[in-house]
């Protein structure tokens, strides 16, 4: 199994360079199930300031990332080949679900960019990225946690990287649902016990029992996940 690659490209590169290293991700990489480049958006400026940021065209707050170091960079990540998607990291992107980690964890290159200040010019949008990711209803002041996080996701769900691929399967949002509830020792912790169908040894009870709470999480906290159109769409693609 051919390992898959991240290219990310970001303006602040020591944000994410440091969390890459541990846990999951810095574990998958060591394996060999993943490689990761970071770039520094500064190293494709070819002015002697190293400018990657300018004034937006008709004025107004904020500055913008120009095009083109950003187009010499995603160019250079792809020398060899195109990657199966550009992603750019923004909050008016599509809202990362799921389903969408897990179409995209099957590609073998995925190129992340990092956006700044009032982000990257549409220009680079337009032509140069395939998807835009938004990873929650809320504005950050860069891209690159937003790029940490889609890295995570994705990691995880590479062959190999957890030691029980079946731990991934019955995650929240795998199927549909939210997870059960989970318990480990002791039974009894300050007064409080542990449902003891979990205790019984009777794994189709448990298995029961455990349907029947995620069914019930989801119908209580997000019913919207019973009626997933983008999984059904992603479905089709
Ligand atoms: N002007 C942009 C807007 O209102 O849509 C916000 C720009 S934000 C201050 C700077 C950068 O942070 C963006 O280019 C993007 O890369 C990143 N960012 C902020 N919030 C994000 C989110 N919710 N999801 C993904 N990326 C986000």
Redesign the pocket.
Known sequence: MPAMHIDIIAAIPDLVREPLQHSIVGRAQEAGHVTIEVHDLRDYATDKHRQIDDYPFGGGA?MV?KPEPLVRCIEACQSEAPADAVV??????EPLKQPRVNQMSMHDHVIM????????DQRVRDHYVTHE???????????EL?ALVLVDALVRLLPGVLGDASSALTDSFQDGLLDAPAYTRPAVFRGHRVPDVLRSGNHARIDEWRDTQRIEKTRTRRPDLLDNELGDELEDE
């Open positions: 904020g990332l750019y990291l923004t909050p008016d992107g960019v990092a956006g700044h200040y009032k982000g990257i990711i938004s990873i929650g209803d809320y504005v950050l002041s860069g891209g937003p």
